[in-house]
T-cell receptor
C-alpha cells in the first residue's frame, strides 16, 4: 500500500525566512503534485513534477523531485503572510494519493 | 481551461435524508472523475473512481450503497449520500481527469455537508 508522508505536519515560521517541506512516498511513481488548500476551500494546483530531477518554481515556491529517493521538496523563500495555508503533496500510483499535509503559518 | 464546477457549495440536511452533489466539467470531457472526502484537519481520502458509462470503483471501507455515484456523461458525475447521518458530515471534493489536460487533475470547489 502506497504511503505518502509529509514533514513537518505543522510549521510556524517568521516572515522573510526560508524553509522546506518534505514529501516521502513508499512506492515508485513518476508523477508528483503539490497543492495548496486555504481554510474551507478546495485545492489549488501548484506544481506537477514528471521526471527525476524536475524542478519548478513559481514566485517564492520551488518544488523538486528525486524519484530514486522517493522524495519531493517544496522550498519556501522569504516567506510572506499570504503563503499561510495547508500544503499537500500527492503521488500517482494507479490513483492519486495525498500526503498528510503541512499546515504552514507565517508569523509577521 | 479545465474548470470543474461543483454544487452545492454547502448543504445542511436532516438525519435520514439523502443529498445529491453534482460535479461538472465545463470546458473539457472528463473521462474519469474522483470523489474525495476530507474531515477537519485531515488529508483527502479517495472514496471512489467513476468512469463515464460504467460502475464506480469504491475504495475499501466505503459503502457503495450509501454513497451512490453516477457518471452518466463525460461532463457530469453525481454523488448521492443516502440516509445521511451526522458522521457523514464532511467536506466532499470531486476531481476530474482528462486526456486533454496534460497529466492534470482538476478539482471542484468542494461541498460542505452538515447532517443534523
Amino acid at each position: 500500500e502506497l504511503k505518502v508522508e509529509q514533514n513537518p505536519l505543522f510549521l510556524s515560521m517568521q516572515e522573510g525566512k526560508n524553509y522546506t517541506i518534505y514529501c516521502n512516498y513508499s512506492t515508485t511513481s513518476d508523477r508528483l503534485y503539490w497543492y495548496r488548500q486555504d481554510p474551507g476551500k478546495s485545492l489549488e494546483s501548484l506544481f506537477v513534477l514528471l521526471s527525476n530531477g524536475a524542478v519548478k518554481q513559481e514566485g517564492r515556491l520551488m518544488a523538486s523531485l528525486d524519484t530514486k529517493a522517493r522524495l519531493s521538496t517544496l522550498h519556501i523563500t522569504a516567506a510572506v503572510h499570504d503563503l499561510s495555508a495547508t500544503y499537500f503533496c500527492a503521488v500517482v500510483v494507479g490513483k492519486l494519493t495525498f500526503g498528510t499535509g503541512t499546515r504552514l503559518t507565517i508569523i509577521p | 481551461g479545465a474548470v470543474v464546477s461543483q454544487h452545492p457549495s454547502w448543504v445542511i440536511c436532516k438525519s435520514g435524508t439523502s443529498v445529491k452533489i453534482e460535479c461538472r466539467s465545463l470546458d473539457f470531457q472528463a473521462t474519469t472523475m474522483f470523489w474525495y472526502r476530507q474531515f477537519p484537519k485531515q488529508s483527502l481520502m479517495l472514496m471512489a473512481t467513476s468512469n463515464e458509462g460504467s460502475k464506480a470503483t469504491y475504495e475499501q471501507g466505503v459503502e457503495k450503497d450509501k454513497f451512490l455515484i453516477n457518471h452518466a456523461s463525460l461532463t457530469l458525475s453525481t454523488l448521492t449520500v443516502t440516509s445521511a447521518h451526522p458522521e457523514d458530515s464532511s467536506f466532499y471534493i470531486c476531481s476530474a481527469a482528462a486526456r486533454t489536460v496534460n497529466y492534470g487533475y482538476t478539482f471542484g470547489s468542494g461541498t460542505r455537508l452538515t447532517v443534523v
